[in-house]
């Protein structure tokens, strides 16, 4: 089970930390990634972590404001979110999955635990 916390409301130009913790089971050897959905859009690609922290992917539109990382120890993955634009706004979501292929990292459908996802809203 994963739970997706640390949402909430910020000024353009702020910054948010997420957080992904998962429970009921170790994470530790899985693919972890963040996504979004706006109203009225589909589902996106946000950031895609490796089991060991090593190797990781962002999308273009986040590339240089928001980090994935993530605490092993702690079974818990967090996206820190900087530079927050109006167009960051969205119901974030965490997933996890041990199988994924890199080059999957972006598909949402190739995921198979999700957290419930928390809201990012960024006031102009």
């Known amino acids: 089970q994963l739970q997706a916390s640390g949402g909430g409301l910020v000024q353009a130009g702020g910054s948010l930390r997420l957080s992904c913790a998962a429970s009921?089971?170790?994470?530790?050897?899985?693919?972890t990634g963040w996504f979004r959905q706006a109203p009225g859009k589909e589902r996106e690609f946000v950031a895609a972590?490796?089991?060991?922290?090593?190797?990781?992917d962002y999308a273009d539109s986040v590339k240089g404001r928001f980090t994935i990382s993530r605490d092993s120890a702690k079974n818990t993955a967090f996206l820190q979110m900087n530079s927050l634009k109006p167009e960051d706004t969205a119901l974030y979501y965490c997933?996890?999955?041990?199988?994924?292929?890199?080059?999957?990292?972006?598909?949402?459908?190739?995921?198979?635990?999700w957290g419930q996802g928390t809201q990012v809203t960024v006031s102009s």
């Open positions: 997933a996890a999955d041990r199988t994924i292929i890199r080059s999957s990292w972006a598909r949402h459908d190739q995921y198979d635990y």
């Open positions: 972590i490796n089991w060991s922290g090593g190797s990781t």
């Open positions: 009921g089971r170790t994470f530790s050897r899985f693919v």
